[in-house]
Nanobody
Framework: QVQLVESGGGLVQAGGSLRLSCAGS????????MGWFRQAPGKEREFVAA????????HYADSVKGRFTISRDNAKNTVYLQMNSLKPEDTAVYYC?????????????????WGQGTQVTVSS
């Protein structure tokens, strides 16, 4: 089993940056695909970025390509999301998730474990 705890959210002005962290526990963290999702009020949860267990492959939603970077440090059981050039439309609760079996990248249904989320608010 994997337990996930996100941190690093907050309030930032448009154009600013934030770095989210997701600390995992459990033996399967380092072998899991890790993803970041977000959910804004009144909207469905949407895919943001994902990284393979070894960190060699990454995938991004078109809306964040070139602005966000996902990375991981398996020695620390941590995955990161560096968010630059933030826009008001990036405002949401951000969740990290673990896919134990590497079934895919962008569907929430492919992920087995979820963190509690961290709020990111971008002011204009």
């Amino acid at each position: 089993q994997v337990q996930l705890v996100e941190s690093g959210g907050g309030l930032v002005q448009a154009g600013g940056s934030l770095r989210l962290s997701c600390a995992g526990s459990g033996r399967t963290f380092s072998s899991s695909t890790m993803g970041w999702f977000r959910q804004a009020p009144g909207k469905e949860r949407e895919f943001v970025a994902a990284i393979s267990w070894g960190g060699t492959r990454t995938h991004y939603a078109d809306s964040v390509k070139g602005r966000f970077t996902i990375s991981r440090d398996n020695a620390k059981n941590t995955v990161y999301l560096q968010m630059n050039s933030l826009k008001p439309e990036d405002t949401a609760v951000y969740y990290c998730a673990a896919d134990r079996y590497g079934r895919g990248w962008s569907s929430p249904l492919e992920y087995d474990y979820w963190g509690q989320g961290t709020q990111v608010t971008v002011s204009s």
